[in-house]
């Protein structure tokens, strides 16, 4: 069974630049989160995508927005980066059938924006 | 709406002793809580999770946690901390009666020390 993979590892980007983030979900997972944790701080719920739709959002600004594809990858992107938007950028993949409710993360994509 | 606040920023214990780490929770609707690990560089394992069944949780690693719904809390302990056991720690929140399509609540995580 392979887990949640994340691409890239590590990114660099410029203010005012676009990024686009990607994650593998879980075998046999149909759902997709996004979690942003700046520096010191715990996880922040981004959105959900369920069968290619936005699934429920935090409280981010529009200019976060993301895909989700058939075989259940994900994307996220970020336009017009700011310094803040520097983070460790979670995926996290689950199923939605039945009883199940754990959600698996896979390693992050560490972005800074300069 | 549901929140979890961790009490302790960073904790530091000698190897062999008792490990507590605080999370209290609020939640207006029954809660699925759970403890995830964070070590350097790397994303967030599952430690353990409340689902409603027993209210004594048993995790990996020797980690376990009581949900005491009076005090609306979940702490994680451990009888004897171990060198690996240093990371950071986060509690987690989200409603129960729904798939895993329900958002996770995180506390700002708790840096578990533990000295030689």
């Known amino acids: 069974e392979t887990g949640v993979t994340q691409s890239p590892t590590h990114l660099i980007k410029t203010r005012g630049q676009q990024v686009t983030l990607r994650c593998s979900s879980q075998?046999?997972?149909?759902?997709v989160s996004w979690y942003q944790q700046a520096l010191g701080q715990g996880p922040q719920f981004i959105f959900q995508?369920?069968?290619?739709?936005?699934?429920g959002r935090g409280n981010f600004p529009p200019r976060f927005s993301g895909l989700q594809f058939p075989n259940y990858s994900s994307e996220l992107n970020v336009n017009a980066l700011e310094l803040d938007d520097s983070a460790l950028y979670l995926c996290?993949?689950?199923?939605?059938?039945?009883?199940?409710?754990?959600?698996?993360f896979g390693p992050g994509t560490r972005l800074t924006v300069t | 709406a549901q929140s979890v606040t961790q009490l302790g920023s960073h904790v530091s214990v000698s190897e062999g002793a008792l490990v507590l780490l605080r999370c209290n929770y609020s939640?207006?609707?029954?809660?699925?809580l759970f403890w995830y690990v964070q070590y350097p560089n790397q994303g967030l394992q599952l430690l353990l999770k409340?689902?409603?069944?027993?209210?004594l949780v048993k995790g990996i690693n020797g980690f376990e946690a009581e949900f005491k719904k009076s005090e609306t809390s979940f702490h994680l302990t451990k009888p004897s901390a171990h060198m690996s056991d240093a990371a950071e720690y986060f509690c987690?929140?989200?409603?129960?009666?729904?798939?895993?399509?329900?958002?996770?609540?995180f506390g700002s995580g708790t840096r578990l020390s533990i000295r030689p």
């Open positions: 996290a993949s689950s199923s939605s059938s039945g009883t199940s409710y754990e959600q698996y």
């Open positions: 939640s207006s609707v029954p809660p699925y």
């Open positions: 075998s046999g997972h149909n759902t």
């Open positions: 987690a929140v989200s409603r129960r009666g729904y798939s895993s399509a329900s958002k996770i609540i």
């Open positions: 995508y369920y069968r290619e739709e936005e699934n």
């Open positions: 409340y689902t409603s069944a027993a209210t």
